[in-house]
Nanobody
Framework: QVQLVESGGGLVQAGGSLRLSCAAS????????MGWFRQAPGKEREFVAG????????YYADSVKGRFTISRDNAKNTVYLQMNSLKPEDTAVYYC???????????????????WGQGTQVTVSS
């Protein structure tokens, strides 16, 4: 089992940057595929980015491709989401998620993940 704690959210102006972190408990972090999701007010939670167990492969939603970068440091049990060129429509609660076994075609679906953090608020002002 793994526990996830996000940090790094906050208020930023449009065009600015933030880096989110998600710290995981336990000694088996490298056995989890990691994802970032977000949920804006009144909307369903949506996939943002995912990263494979070793960090060698990354995946992005079209809406953030070229602006966001997901990375992980297995020695520090942490996954990151670097967010650049932020837009007001990026405003949401951001969640990290983990799962041992996941397939690439399904890793964009939130119900594929068994472990979730509590979320961190990101607000982008125009």
């Amino acid at each position: 089992q793994v526990q996830l704690v996000e940090s790094g959210g906050g208020l930023v102006q449009a065009g600015g940057s933030l880096r989110l972190s998600c710290a995981a408990s336990g000694r088996t972090f490298s056995t989890y595929f990691m994802g970032w999701f977000r949920q804006a007010p009144g909307k369903e939670r949506e996939f943002v980015a995912g990263i494979s167990w070793s960090g060698g492969s990354t995946y992005y939603a079209d809406s953030v491709k070229g602006r966001f970068t997901i990375s992980r440091d297995n020695a520090k049990n942490t996954v990151y989401l670097q967010m650049n060129s932020l837009k007001p429509e990026d405003t949401a609660v951001y969640y990290c998620a983990a799962e041992h076994r996941i397939t690439i075609p399904t890793m964009r679906r939130e119900y594929e993940y068994g472990y979730w953090g509590q979320g961190t608020q990101v607000t982008v002002s125009s």
